[in-house]
């Protein structure tokens, strides 16, 4: 059961990011969209033929599925970085142009801000002729000889310069109220813009180029999503042969074998076999490792037809493949060394 959901996750998977590469890249009812749905169901089945070579020790048909599968992972590899970049790329434009827009604003409050007059230059010459004739003034006045006549016109040309200082006074609040409008104005435009963060904050930090950033996470997402497929089929397809064969008995032509059942042969199953799925192991390595426990225990070697008797009685089952025989869902316990 846990096979067949492992290698139905991995064709999911690997359709999985088979759809992401064609619907980021718009290539929906393409042939290029069919080559990479079409991919998926090559690999998958070049997945699990390499599962079933690696069982059956078909190590030069591994090597050669092995490589075909590095390709194909490569391939999503570079499509799937390549879009990952163009969406950087992308999302980068549009940050990128948020911060010009917010830039011109601020560069625009600045100026208001700096706009606003403090005074004018009318002002200030209304102001100097003001000084000149009130001390024109001063001056007649003080002197003896000066007629009323003469302070008279004084009067009135200090009078018509203090009118020109409050038509300047007046025209340089009207100046100084549109500035400050303007300048408001300026303010509320650029407090409307958001703060515009970095599009590669990462890398900034890092202080590497934005594309390295892209380029790994495009290798970690296709990792994860074609590499996990892979590997998931290949668990699955892990014990099917290539071959058509069914479970055979086991050889009992082994050993010299006799048919009384050996107390020996019993401990030797309890103690150093025990169920493991999805773990099959060869006859000839429990046949090694009997010999090495009945060293160890001081003991003659069991008759290898006891020991299949205790296995059978174990709930062991055993089967043949390429002329070998292996016990199924079976490891090996820990070495217990006592005495006999």
């Known amino acids: 059961m846990l096979r067949a959901v492992a290698v139905i996750t991995g064709v999911c998977a690997l359709t999985l990011g088979a759809h992401f590469v ?9 042939v290029e969209a069919l080559v990479a749905y ?3 169901i090559v690999i998958a089945v070049v997945a699990a033929t390499l599962g079933a070579a690696t069982e059956a020790r078909r190590y030069a048909i591994a090597a050669g599925l092995m490589l075909a599968l590095v390709a194909a992972e490569a391939t999503a590899l570079i499509r799937l970085a390549e879009r990952v970049v163009v969406d950087r790329t992308e999302a980068a434009s549009v940050i990128a142009g948020k911060l010009r827009e917010r830039e011109r604003a601020e560069g625009a409050a600045k100026a208001a801000q700096s706009a606003i007059p403090e005074t004018t230059p009318r002002l200030e010459a209304a102001m100097a002729s003001l000084e000149r004739a009130e001390a024109a003034q001063a001056k007649a006045t003080a002197q003896s000889g000066c007629r009323r006549q003469c302070t008279a016109d004084m009067r009135d040309r200090v009078a018509r310069v203090l009118a020109e200082v409050e038509a300047a006074r007046a025209d340089h609040i009207e100046r100084r109220r549109k500035a400050e409008n303007a300048a408001q104005s300026a303010e509320t435009a650029l407090a409307a813009l958001p703060m515009a963060r970095s599009p ?6 890092l202080g590497v180029a934005p594309w390295s950033i892209d380029l790994v996470v495009g290798a970690l997402l296709s990792l994860s999503i ?3 497929g892979i590997f ?3 668990f699955g397809a892990k014990g099917a042969a290539l071959t058509s064969c069914t479970d055979t008995p086991m050889r009992t032509d082994i050993q010299v074998c006799t048919d009384t059942e050996s107390q ?5 199953v309890n103690e150093r076999l025990k169920s493991c799925a999805g ?7 429990i046949a090694a490792d009997l010999e090495r426990w009945s060293r160890a225990q001081g003991i003659e070697v069991p008759a290898t037809k006891s020991v299949l008797k205790e296995m059978e009685r174990a709930g062991l089952s055993a089967y043949v493949q390429n002329d070998m025989a292996f016990v199924r869902n079976t490891t090996f316990a820990p070495l217990l060394l006592e005495a006999s």
């Open 22 to 30: 064609v619907e980021k890249s718009g290539l929906q009812g393409t």
């Open 38 to 40: 079409g991919a998926v």
């Open 200 to 205: 590669t904050p990462l890398a900034d930090a």
């Open 226 to 228: 074609n590499g996990a």
């Open 232 to 234: 998931l089929i290949m």
């Open 264 to 268: 020996e042969a019993r401990r030797f």
């Open 279 to 285: 773990t099959d192991i060869a006859l000839c390595d």
